[in-house]
């Protein structure tokens, strides 16, 4: 399960992707970081991100109007 | 004309490599020329400087012109009313537009501010303050325009910490080595 929970719901563009590098710092190499978002357009950006920067976005589902993503810290 | 076993193998490659593992991107930077210092100008280049900075790219700011203001210290935004035509503000479940002639009456600006800023506020978006203190934090390069200085008399020493000062050739070659250039 996830080694870190963030919470950036109610967070616009594009802070829940700048919180969500700060948290990814605070997780071990493979370990895993879970985000909670009501900004719909952070799922294009968080498939962006893990594209950019090579960790690894395992899933992400939504939930009464919270996407919630899994991203595993696979980047250096 | 190929033969259809060409067509097989060639079809075989094509799944091949768009199976393969995309490689790991070389990192790439990005450069930013800051002209406009108006509360929803600031925007656009800090996010995109914050967010690319979190996605792993070395970031510079030139800040030039009207640009030069949003180091200093204390910011005290406004939006600019006039000769924003198209700006629209949601109001009683619709859109509303300020005919241009409005926009000269005094005070028209600051209330649009404090439309604007509590918009922000409502909607979760970060402040420019916010914005640039995580740009700062996530060490993005800040030049300032020697020029620009001397030509509105202003001084670093109510700037930010960290500022450098630089010109047009600084800039260039900052240019020359990024693979984005904005100018916003």
């Given at each position: 399960?996830?080694?870190?929970?963030?919470?950036?719901?109610?967070?616009?563009?594009?802070?829940?992707?700048?919180?969500?590098?700060?948290?990814?710092?605070?997780?071990?190499?493979?370990?895993?970081?879970e985000?909670?978002?009501?900004?719909?357009?952070?799922?294009?950006?968080?498939?962006?991100?893990?594209?950019?920067?090579?960790?690894?976005?395992?899933?992400?589902?939504?939930?009464?109007?919270?996407?919630?993503?899994?991203?595993?810290?696979?980047?250096? | 004309?190929?033969?259809?076993?060409?067509?097989?193998?060639?079809?075989?490659?094509?799944?091949?490599?768009s199976?393969?593992?995309?490689?790991?991107?070389?990192?790439?930077?990005?450069?930013?020329?800051?002209?406009?210092?108006?509360?929803?100008?600031?925007?656009?280049?800090?996010?995109?400087?914050?967010?690319?900075?979190?996605?792993?790219?070395?970031?510079?700011?030139?800040?030039?012109?009207?640009?030069?203001?949003?180091?200093?210290?204390?910011?005290?935004?406004?939006?600019?009313?006039?000769?924003?035509?198209?700006?629209?503000?949601?109001?009683?479940?619709?859109?509303?537009?300020?005919?241009?002639?409005?926009?000269?009456?005094?005070?028209?600006?600051?209330?649009?501010?404090?439309?604007?800023?509590?918009?922000?506020?409502?909607k979760?978006?970060?402040?420019?303050?916010?914005?640039?203190?995580?740009?700062?934090?996530?060490?993005?390069?800040?030049?300032?325009?020697?020029?620009?200085?001397?030509?509105?008399?202003?001084?670093?020493d109510?700037?930010?910490?960290?500022?450098?000062?630089g010109?047009?050739?600084?800039?260039?070659?900052?240019?020359?080595?990024?693979?984005?250039?904005?100018?916003?």
């Amino acid at each position: 399960m996830a080694d870190h929970t963030l919470d950036a719901k109610g967070l616009n563009c594009p802070l829940p992707i700048l919180k969500a590098r700060k948290a990814l710092k605070e997780v071990p190499a493979g370990g895993v970081l879970e985000i909670l978002a009501t900004d719909p357009g952070s799922v294009a950006d968080f498939e962006a991100f893990c594209r950019q920067t090579g960790n690894e976005l395992m899933e992400h589902t939504v939930n009464d109007s919270v996407y919630r993503f899994l991203i595993k810290h696979t980047a250096a | 004309m190929m033969s259809s076993e060409a067509n097989a193998v060639s079809s075989q490659i094509q799944d091949a490599v768009s199976q393969a593992p995309v490689a790991a991107p070389k990192t790439k930077s990005m450069s930013i020329i800051v002209t406009k210092g108006s509360l929803d100008w600031a925007y656009p280049p800090f996010i995109l400087a914050t967010t690319a900075a979190a996605m792993g790219l070395p970031v510079t700011m030139f800040f030039t012109f009207y640009g030069l203001p949003l180091l200093f210290k204390k910011l005290e935004l406004q939006v600019t009313a006039a000769g924003n035509t198209a700006m629209k503000m949601p109001m009683m479940g619709g859109h509303m537009a300020l005919p241009n002639i409005m926009t000269a009456i005094p005070g028209v600006d600051a209330a649009c501010s404090v439309m604007m800023k509590n918009l922000i506020k409502k909607k979760g978006v970060a402040s420019i303050e916010e914005l640039r203190e995580l740009a700062v934090e996530a060490e993005v390069r800040m030049i300032a325009c020697q020029m620009t200085l001397d030509l509105f008399e202003y001084s670093t020493d109510d700037m930010i910490d960290g500022v450098e000062i630089g010109g047009a050739a600084t800039y260039i070659e900052c240019a020359t080595q990024s693979d984005i250039n904005l100018f916003i």
